[in-house]
């Protein structure tokens, strides 16, 4: 159980484009869920926090103007890179809490690229 | 503020035993986390540590004292498959929800 999907896997994309990332729990609802940017050979850096119904929280130096959060349902959460950059493309991963003491789950991660 | 402080890398040999320290200081602590991640893949739960002591998983093992902000992960019996980077994290926040933040890694090579 406490399964987590994220999409697209990979993507590629023209600088100045904005790419959609979809994460959904599966078989939990998920009130809260996090966005992580992981650059090669570096650990996952905390973007945001995500809450269903209500508006994501940034960490510190993260833009909220680029990095659309939205968490319209209990089981989908949405991360919207407007305007995408080369320096943009990185390893994005959602993750989501499920039932309680369960650890965070994690989705497979998009790999973006932009050109 | 938060620090979580790990080796960047470590080597061992297959069959042996290997030690991964992990040392933290973070505002609020609810829970010490231990990930495995292999390249280009999302990282994979191995343990959880809320109170203080040993929690012993098959192969894998991992420690907590709060006092002195300190985890280590114990593998033993090392396969090839155990070359990755291994992740701790900390949670933050009440009850059982908040985020969770990351240290740096610590790669494992796992030598024949």
């Known amino acids: 159980g406490a399964v987590v999907s994220q999409h697209p896997s990979w993507v590629i994309c023209k600088s100045g484009t904005s790419v959609k990332i979809e994460c959904r729990s599966l078989?939990?609802?998920?009130?809260?869920m996090f966005w992580y940017r992981q650059f090669p050979k570096q650990s996952l850096m905390l973007m945001a926090t995500?809450?269903?119904?209500?508006?994501?929280?940034?960490e510190q130096g993260v833009e909220k103007d680029k990095f659309l959060i939205n968490h319209a349902s209990l089981t989908l959460s949405t991360l919207t890179v407007t305007s995408a950059h080369p320096e943009d493309s990185s390893f994005y991963i959602c993750?989501?809490?499920?039932?309680?003491?369960?650890?965070?789950?994690f989705g497979n991660g998009t790999r973006l690229t932009v050109t | 503020g938060q620090n979580i402080d790990q080796p960047t890398e470590m080597t061992a040999t297959e069959g042996a035993i290997v030690q991964i320290n992990c040392t933290y200081q973070t505002s609020g602590f609810n829970g010490l986390f231990w990930y495995q991640q292999h390249a280009g893949e999302a990282p994979t739960f191995l343990s959880y540590?809320?109170?203080?002591g040993l929690e012993e998983k098959g192969r894998f093992s991992s420690f907590l004292s709060r006092s002195k902000g300190y985890s280590y992960l114990l593998l033993k019996e090392l396969q090839m498959k155990d070359s990755a980077s291994y992740l701790c994290?900390?949670?933050?926040?009440?009850?059982?929800?908040?985020?969770?933040?990351f240290g740096q890694g610590t790669t494992l090579q796992v030598k024949p």
């Open positions: 994290a900390v949670r933050s926040g009440s009850g059982n929800t908040g985020k969770l933040i």
């Open positions: 540590n809320v109170l203080d």
């Open positions: 995500s809450n269903e119904g209500s508006k994501a929280t940034y």
């Open positions: 078989d939990f609802q998920a009130t809260t």
């Open positions: 993750s989501a809490e499920g039932p309680p003491n369960s650890p965070l789950h």
